[in-house]
Structure formats: structure tokens, C-alpha cells
């Protein structure tokens, strides 16, 4: 006979305080479970019903707050079962019949991150609309393009929005590509071998809204392979997060002033009531390193396990979960900042208007219409540009007399290329910053 555990082991066995949140999937699976055993005439009609009736009595007081989850139950699985057997008697015992806990906990774990990536990509829509109707709104705003954080190239402030609208739909093709590899079901499996009853697994893999059942029971029970795609998802999008926080922080700043935020989204100091800090953007872009340590977590304790269950594995849920309330967060945040930003036109205008940011422009020019080389003209376009940095001149700032001493074969058309607008509706390519794109 075995003896009571200790309420040491008996705190490090429990996952309850974690794995409660899949009672509507445990309870889902369950009951596809007994209706499956019922078709293929493994528990009778009567039962089957009994334990489908005891199943919604129990999602409905967990869903009211009326149930009593106990530690000594371990796990979400067995509280479930033990409250069962309270209401409908032995015959809860049934239910349990060709699975075990390790499928059973697979299949409901698959099924809350199917849901929790739906949810995803619905906060990821509203944040990629947020940011089209800024976008909308600022198609004509001028601003500098940055490489290293130095004036490259004039664009405009909407094809810059733009370029988060792609990354963020990355992230929901990513988060897509995970469902759809996830998309197996396990339960059936059993504790690693499969069973000797004759059940369906086609049958609940299509109850539950799986394509398949899994192919290998011991895969099955062993992979870990779904939670590192979501978690790694969850960190990409995370690292996307932290970059336009990141930039946004910086274009905030006084020494740059290129947005402004509203009193709705920035913090006051404790002693400078002058204060306007982008404390949530800070959150936003410190949140990345909690999603990476993660996934990090995960990928070392899955390292050195042979196949294939292990208690090791006990620890997916809490990462998961956490990783995941992080995400929600930082992406309905994100959402509220992208509403309450606007643009200082006329600081983005000046600042695009320095560092000499039309000299491609140029070079191009001399290409086009003086049969240079890239190269060549590329050249003759430093030495303009080290000429008007001598001068303290602009590049528009220069006369055409000076330019032709440099470039005897220019005329007075070169000078629109100086013009900023000019140079944003040049770039017309495919992709390209230019309004009409």
C-alpha cells in the first residue's frame, strides 16, 4: 500500500494552479472521448450520457466560480475526474478507458494554443488597422529615411507605417503556419504506445477540429515541437513590438521631436512636473526579454530528454501561458499608442531637409541623363556634396554656376532633383516610398 506523499512532493507534483486554465478544453476533449468510445460500442448510450451530463455540470461551476480545485489532485485531469465521480457515481470511472494523462493533456494543450493563436492574430488585425489609418492620414507627410540612425533618403511618413503593416502580417503568417502544423490530434495515443481497444481516432481528430490524428504514439507523447513554434512566434512578435517601441522612443525624444504623444499613453515624474515619459512604449520594449527567456526555458529543458514523457515537460504550460498573457498585453498596448500618436510635420520636414539627403538622387540623375556609370556618377556626386558641406550649403542651396564646375554638362533642370517631394514621387518602383505608391 502506498503512503500518503508529503506536502512538500505533493506542492512540486500539483500543476493545478497552472493547468485550471484548460478545464474547457480538458472537458472538450473529454467529452469527444466518450462519445467516440460510445459509437464504437465500447461504453454503453447510458453511460456515455451520464458522463456528458456530469461534464457540463462541471464546466458550468468552474465557468461560475463554484468549483473547488484540490492540490492533492494534481492536475486539471484529475480534479475534473474526482468531481465526476461525485456527481454521477462508479460509472464516472469509464471515462478514463483507452487514454491516459499523457495524451489527454497534449490534446488539450493543442487545443487552448489553437485558440490562444486565433486571439493572436485577431489583436495583430487591429493593430495592422491602427496603423493603415495612420498611415491614411499621413501619405503626403515627408520625412528622412534612416540608415544607422543617419538621413539616407527622403520617404514618406505613411510608406514607413507601411513597413510595420508587412512585419506585423509576418507574424500572423507565422502564427497561421504553426496552427496548421499543430493541427494533429493526439488523443488516442494513450500513455506512449496506443491501446488494445478498437477506438476512432478519425473520429475525434474531426470532433475536436484536427486534420489528422498524429502518425507515431511515441512522437506524440514526447513532442514538444508545437509549443517551441508558438513560443518562438511569440517571440518574434515580440522582438517587432520592442523595435517600432524602440524607434517611437527615440522620435519622442527632444533631441529628434518627431512625434508627439498624448496624455493617455505617457507617464509624469515624481519631481519633474515637466515630465512626459513613453513609460508604456519602455514596457513594451522591455516585454521582448521575458518572451525570449521563454523560449529559451522550453528549448533547455527539451534538450536532454530521451523519449518519451517525462515530468520535466510539466513545466510547457506555465511558459506557454505566461508568454502568452505577455504578447495580449504588450499588442492591446501597442494598439492604444498607435491611436494616440501624431506627427510633427514640420520637425520631420526640417530634419529631412538636412544631411545632404537628395545626393542619390543626384547620382542617379547623372546616370540617367549624362550616360555615367553608377560609379562615375556616384563620384561627381561627392564632390558636389564635399563642395556644399564646405560652403555650409544645402545641395537645393547651390547655384548652377557651381555645380558646372563640377559637372560642365549640368543645366538648370538638375536643380528640381534637390527638391524633397520630387525625390519621394521618383521612387516609383514596385514597393518604393513615392504618394502614388
Known sequence: IRKKASMLFEEVVSSIDIDRRLFKEDIKGSIAHVEMLFKQKIITFKI?????????KIEKQISKGNFEFEKKYEDIHMNIEKKLFEIIGEEAGYIHTARSRNDQVITDFKLWIKSATTELNKNLSKVIKSILKLAEKNIETIMPGFTHLKNAQPISFSHY?????????RDQRRFNNNFESLNECPLGVAALSGTSFNIDRYYTSKKLGFNTPTN???????????????????????????????ELIIWNS???NLIELSDKVVTGSSIMPQK???DLLEYLRGKSGLTFGNLFSMLTILKGLPLSY??????????????YDVLISCLKILDEILKNISPNKKRMFQLADTGFITATDLADYLVKNHSMSFR???????????????????LKD????????????????????????????????????????
Open 398 to 437: 547651390l547655384k548652377i554656376e557651381e555645380l558646372k564646375k563640377i559637372e560642365p554638362k549640368l543645366t538648370n533642370e538638375v536643380l528640381k532633383i534637390f527638391d524633397l517631394k520630387n525625390s519621394i514621387n521618383s521612387k516609383k518602383s514596385y514597393g518604393g516610398t513615392s504618394f502614388e505608391n
Open 254 to 256: 527632444d533631441g529628434f
Open 376 to 394: 562615375e556618377a556616384y563620384q561627381k556626386t561627392a564632390e558636389i556634396v564635399n563642395y556644399a558641406e564646405k560652403k555650409r550649403k544645402k
Open 310 to 323: 517525462f515530468k520535466d515537460m510539466q513545466d510547457d504550460k506555465e511558459i506557454v501561458f505566461k508568454s
Open 216 to 246: 507515431n504514439s511515441i512522437d506524440t507523447v514526447s513532442d514538444r515541437d508545437f509549443v517551441l513554434d508558438f513560443l518562438f512566434s511569440v517571440s518574434v512578435c515580440s522582438m517587432h513590438i520592442s523595435r517600432i517601441a524602440e
Open 161 to 169: 507605417l507601411m513597413a510595420y503593416v508587412e512585419i506585423f502580417k
Open 48 to 56: 456515455k450520457n451520464k458522463i456528458i451530463y456530469g461534464l457540463q
Open 276 to 278: 512626459k515619459n513613453p
